[in-house]
């Protein structure tokens, strides 16, 4: 895709300049609060706060210098070395991100009068200034402070792929489809490289048992795939009353290096579609066919194949199925943040303590597989995880979760030992407007494949009308001798 060339583009006056120096400029800090008044107050004080510090020249400067991507296999070599690493994202980080800004900049006028995406491009201006006015690393205590503002900006932004879909299906009336869909494979691809090597560089601080940063070196896809396949099944049930029974066949016993955090987003989406499909086709037999995952291991690559009886893509939905906010979902609306509030189905009568319990459970494993953070926040934030995150840290009686979906996170809190708050927990995280709808949002498989292409490999769907749908997740290893791909 080339990028959109419109003389009207995103209303940024070239000629503004430089309007206040960035040294010694008081940089506003993000309330988090404030990112739910992103349309109110909030929005207009960051945004004036940003365009003080914006500096043109710097960012157009940056902009036209090339992005230096990493191959998986320098990074999984390259050890835990992170003053080299702390150096490499000193120099690269405000360059990708001025690219993400001159992006945005080249959209048509009418998206940057969207509030929601002119807070996202905010983000960004933010972000560059805070990364390139960063000084030298050359100790470790400036290594630590960088690490620290790193791990603040990823918190900071942990919104943006939520408020760029709603931000476009707001917009979208206004420009071509095809705008849109360059634009976020782009920016949300360019994303995930920049969160892989920030948590990369986070997570070399800290000592995980066959880790090197975020590069698990025995990773059984068997082990991760059950977790969601669990994750799935009780969201199903808790939103139909049901679910079909998930099975895992093939290379079950296949490890090898890998990240865990784009498949902790592409996997949980597409099981739920597979049971979502399986229950709406059969809607009154009481027996669901199950839905079958097979893992293929090679040398070149590994596959995970999802195959469900929920009666396939209609002929006409094929095509589409991959453009960013198509959905065959009634229940859009529950993610239109300007539409009235709708229930959910989920209420805590319909849910059993102990499946309250499990997610929780998940909840907090999902978060201690993934976790590299060391201090600071009450949650340890990973992009492109959909669903549940975490129970990251106990803080007395009271335990903090995470629960988020395309990005989105939502932070709960609840008094873990009272089963009744254990349950209001749970049924608030189902009422979500994001994260307990099983479907709705119409982002998880044009982001699935955005993400697999990044990674070198692809999402493939293959549907029998009438019968099922088997997807392919195709990717290839961090160490294979084949073409290879750059982070
Ligand atoms: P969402 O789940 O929010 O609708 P997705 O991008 O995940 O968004 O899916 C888009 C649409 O593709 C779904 O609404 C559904 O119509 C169709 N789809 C996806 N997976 C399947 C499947 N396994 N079987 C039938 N239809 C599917
Ligand atoms: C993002 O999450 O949007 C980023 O680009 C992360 C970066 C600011 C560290």
């Not at 420009?175 to 560089?201: K, M, P, V």
């Not at 040398?299 to 065959?328: M, N, P, W």
């Not at 979500?432 to 949002?441: C, E, L, Q, S, Y």
């Amino acid at each position: 895709c080339n990028k959109t060339n419109s003389n009207n583009n995103f209303g940024v006056n070239n000629s503004r300049q430089h309007m206040g120096s960035s040294s010694g400029s008081v940089l506003p800090q993000i309330d988090h609060k404030q990112q739910e008044q992103y349309n109110t107050s909030g929005h207009t004080r960051l945004n004036q706060a940003v365009q003080w510090y914006s500096n043109q020249a710097a960012i157009e400067a940056a902009a036209r210098k090339p992005v230096c991507r990493l191959a998986p296999d320098a990074i999984l070599y390259g050890g835990n070395d992170s003053m080299k690493m702390a150096q490499y994202l000193h120099k690269e980080l405000p360059i990708r991100i001025a690219h993400r800004i001159v992006d945005f900049r080249c959209l048509p006028f009418i998206v940057g009068c969207d509030s929601k995406i002119s807070y996202v491009h905010d983000l960004y201006i933010r972000a560059f200034h805070l990364l390139s006015s960063f000084p030298q690393i050359t100790d470790k205590e400036s290594r630590k402070a960088y690490a620290r503002m790193l791990r603040q900006l990823l918190d900071d932004h942990k919104d943006v792929v939520s408020l760029l879909a709603e931000g476009f299906r707001a917009c979208r009336r206004y420009i071509e489809n095809e705008t849109i869909r360059c634009f976020l494979d782009r920016t949300l691809a360019s994303r995930l490289g920049i969160r892989l090597l920030a948590e990369h560089y986070l997570g070399q601080e800290v000592e995980r048992p066959n880790h090197v940063g975020i590069i698990n070196k025995r990773m059984q896809p068997k082990l991760l795939i059950e977790k969601w396949c669990l994750f799935a099944q009780r969201l199903c049930e808790t939103n139909y009353g049901r679910s079909p029974v998930f099975k895992i066949q093939g290379h079950t016993n296949a490890s090898f290096p890998y990240f865990e955090i784009p498949l902790n987003y592409i996997i949980p989406e597409l099981l739920k579609n597979a049971a979502r499909a399986t229950v709406e086709f059969y809607p009154d037999s009481e027996q669901l066919p199950d839905v079958t995952i097979t893992i293929a291991h090679n040398e070149r690559d590994f596959i995970i194949k999802v195959s469900d009886f929920g009666g396939g893509i209609a002929h006409d939905h094929v095509e589409q199925v991959f453009k960013y906010h198509f959905s065959t979902s009634d229940q859009r609306k529950h993610h239109d943040l300007n539409a009235p509030t709708t229930q959910s189905t989920a209420t805590t009568q319909q849910v059993p303590l102990n499946t309250t319990n499990e997610i929780t459970n998940i909840a907090t494993s999902v978060s201690r597989a993934n976790s590299t953070h060391t201090e600071g926040s009450s949650y340890d934030e990973q992009m492109p995880m959909r669903v549940c995150m975490t129970a990251q840290q106990q803080s007395g009686s009271k335990s903090y979760f995470a629960i988020g979906s395309g990005g989105s996170v939502t932070t709960k809190s609840s008094q873990q030992s009272d089963g009744s708050t254990d349950a209001r927990l749970f049924d608030s995280i189902m009422k979500d407007p994001i994260a307990g709808d099983m479907h709705g949002f119409g982002f998880g498989l044009p982001i699935s494949r955005a993400y697999a292409q990044y990674l070198g490999g692809d999402l493939q769907i293959s549907s029998m009308q009438g019968i099922g749908t088997d997807v392919y997740l195709r990717l290839m290893h961090l160490t294979s001798k084949h073409e290879n791909f750059v982070i």
